[in-house]
């Protein structure tokens, strides 16, 4: 009985906070822009559904900074200060047009709530573990960026899907991998709480773009020292579901733990 009671005390909670939501972006009220916005979910991406109907014009009247991909999951793309940039199979980093559409995004408006500074050279487990270790709880969103020279990145890139559209874990077995060494750029990520699991990436989840906006990609692994973690804390959070007819069809029952570990993972 007690946790029924919980089950449904969160129930109400997720619904009251929902319609607040919806409230604040249907009056456009822009005092607030502590909301991390979402576009569909990553149990759609890994089930293939790689067109969406939502434009990356209206997209950036959600955030400034964010990252996802393109329709026919086209690249990965990364928004800093404003732009989005798509970082196709071929490495290189193109402007987004606003009339282009995303089957999945996430972007928040980004200010700064805590920055810690790294001293020591860590990789990507040691630093996605201290940040862990200098924020006070798993359990809400954040906003990670770092703008400076990072000793070594290894990111990857997707190439376009042709209809009928493969499973998530099928496409990126064509994932090209690009390293960069001594390189100035900026760092986007985001972490994610466990409990929202099913509709986004948990844990961390990071883009990357070089400083001359060339290059960059879904980061795999880094090492970087010396710099400075800027963290936006984030606690609601509010999702739109694609108004599209795969997105209606869409039925799954499968574990995506293993799935997201192996997309993220790159391996």
């Not at 987004?96 to 200010?111: G, H």
């Amino acid at each position: 009985m007690k946790n029924k009671s919980l089950v449904l005390s969160f129930t109400l909670i997720l619904i009251i906070s929902t319609l607040c939501c919806v409230n604040q972006i249907k009056n456009n009220n822009l005092e607030n822009k502590d909301i991390l916005y979402q576009y569909s979910t990553i149990e759609a991406l890994l089930e293939g559904i790689y067109e969406g109907d939502m434009t990356f014009g209206e997209l950036k009247s959600h955030g400034n900074y964010g990252l996802g991909t393109l329709n026919s999951l086209d690249g990965e793309m990364i928004q800093v200060n404003g732009k989005f940039y798509q970082v196709k199979v071929d490495g290189i980093a193109y402007p987004v047009e606003d009339n282009e559409k995303t089957p999945f995004a996430i972007v928040t408006f980004f200010d700064i709530d805590k920055s810690i500074k790294i001293d020591e050279t860590l990789n990507y487990n040691q630093f996605t573990e201290y940040i862990d270790n200098n924020i006070p709880t798993h359990n809400v969103f954040y906003l990670i960026l770092v703008e400076g020279n990072f000793d070594y990145i290894k990111t990857r890139s997707v190439p376009k899907q042709e209809k009928p559209y493969p499973p998530l874990v099928k496409a990126v077995e064509d994932q090209r991998f690009f390293e960069f060494n001594n390189v100035k750029g900026t760092l986007v990520g985001f972490r994610i709480p466990q409990y929202v699991g099913d509709m986004n990436v948990p844990e961390y989840h990071f883009h990357f773009l070089t400083e001359d906006k060339k290059a960059g990609g879904h980061v795999l692994e880094l090492k970087i020292h010396d710099q400075e973690v800027h963290i936006d804390y984030t606690h609601n959070f509010f999702m739109t579901a694609p108004d599209t007819e795969d997105f209606y069809n869409l039925y799954s029952d499968n574990e995506i733990n293993e799935d997201v570990r192996i997309v993220e993972k790159g391996k």
